[in-house]
């Protein structure tokens, strides 16, 4: 069982191996691939860092991430696009909740002061997966 706060789970539809460091890499490559190939698997929802985080140099003493402020604010605006509680919940499940709410409008809301949004990449993959 993975932990993932709200708003990796659209991170991870979007990721192509990039990200803030070689250890931070791995371990999301390792998570994405798994997930991939078993969407059946259960994930535990939480409010703070995750199992993504776990090896990201954002990370400060594992409870909060560098840019605390921007990245609650986007969990709390995924938290209530799928209204999401603190719970378990199958990895399947919650990709159908985001392809029914996600939408174009929605991801500039919500994604739009993340650093990575100005690169296009999301908005592209979120195009070709049929999120947005
Ligand atoms: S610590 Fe911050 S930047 Fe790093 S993965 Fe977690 S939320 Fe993202």
Redesign the pocket.
Known sequence: MFKI?P??LM?MQAYIGK??SKD?IEN?DFIVKSLKENQNQIIQIVGL??D??T??????NGF?????DK?LSIDGKIVKLLDLKMEEYNYKTLLEKLRENFSEERFKEICGKCQWYKYGICEKIFKEKGFI
Do not use: A, L, T
Not at 55 to 60: A, D, Q, S, T
Not at 64 to 68: A, E, G, M, P, R
């Open positions: 706060r708003h990796h991170c990200g803030y931070f999301m860092n995750d993504i985080c090896k990201c140099p954002n990370n400060i909060k991430c560098s840019s605390n990245v």
